[in-house]
């Protein structure tokens, strides 16, 4: 076996591996993704299986075979589950059957994935799907089939949303401190937003949120506030804006009464821009 297929080898066996515990949050992983400006963006996942939520605390970056590919890695102690994903580990199609197939081990059959023409893999401990969308090849697996059914693997495929751009974004009054930290898919947005608000006994409050993979209506988002964590203090109000090819919008209100103190920011315009 040459030093190239052993280190695909290892690459494969660890994604597969019974897991260990994941240490990133949507919003860091797919700010790490964008920073590796692969062409075409990466898909990433949206939903996942039950075994593996929330997402905030089961998804890391994973390892690719290549140069210029990336990897996501899904993964649960508590319940044990994995699944990882891979974009451009291969050059083409029959290299990758070459390695799964012919080295590896798998058994491989022909399916259709995300409307794709692609291999559906079975090994003596998980299965996977391999196929090529848009020039890149990209593969997905579990090493614990009990707690990651084919279904469920299928399921986290068509779930797979393209990569946007990562942006950060500020509020017109720099005493406030209102901004906000976010990603973006086709489909979602992601981000931490931070605001703060002068009340009526000249006080100052502040508040946050936590975005994680909220669904666009078309280009658009809205976030209520209301029934959200949203720091030590319940806030209501909301967050919502627009998304476009390499921009978006946002503007906050948020209020609430604390301590007798009536508090309300307003409408808040943020100004973004991309991150890093």
């Known amino acids: 076996m040459s030093w190239r297929h052993l280190v695909a080898l290892v690459v494969l066996s660890f994604a597969l591996a019974v897991p260990a515990p994941a240490a990133g949050r949507v919003l860091d ?3 790490d993704l964008v920073d590796l400006r692969v062409t075409p963006a990466p898909l990433v996942p949206t939903k996942v299986p039950r075994a593996l939520r929330p997402i905030d605390r089961t998804i890391a970056v994973g390892s690719s075979r290549r140069r210029g590919g990336y990897g996501i890695r899904l993964a649960s102690t508590s319940p044990e589950a994995v699944i990882a994903i891979e974009g451009g580990g291969y ?3 029959r290299k990758a059957r070459d390695d799964l197939v012919r080295r590896q081990g798998f058994r491989a059959r022909k399916t259709r994935v995300r409307g794709h023409r692609g291999l559906a893999l079975k090994g003596p401990q998980g299965y996977g799907l391999v196929w090529r969308e848009r020039g890149t090849v990209y593969w997905m697996g579990t090493g614990t089939p009990r707690k990651i059914s084919r279904a469920g693997l299928r399921a986290t ?12 974004g500020t509020g017109a009054d720099p005493d406030l401190g209102t901004g906000a930290v976010m990603v973006t898919t086709k489909r979602t947005v992601t981000g931490d937003v931070d605001w703060s608000a002068n009340c009526t006994a000249g006080t100052q409050y502040a508040g946050s949120v936590q975005i994680s993979l909220l669904r666009l209506v078309g280009n658009r988002y809205s976030l209520d506030l ?51």
């Open 157 to 168: 495929a068509a779930g797979l949303d393209r990569l946007g751009g990562a942006y950060v």
């Open 91 to 93: 050059a083409s199609m």
């Open 226 to 276: 209301a029934g959200r964590d949203t720091g030590s203090l319940q806030w209501s109000g909301t967050v919502s804006g627009t998304v476009s090819s390499g921009s978006m919008t946002m503007t906050l209100r948020a209020t609430g009464t604390f301590n007798g103190d009536t508090c309300d920011t307003g409408d808040v315009p943020l100004s973004f821009s991309p991150l890093r």
């Open 29 to 31: 992983v797919y700010q």
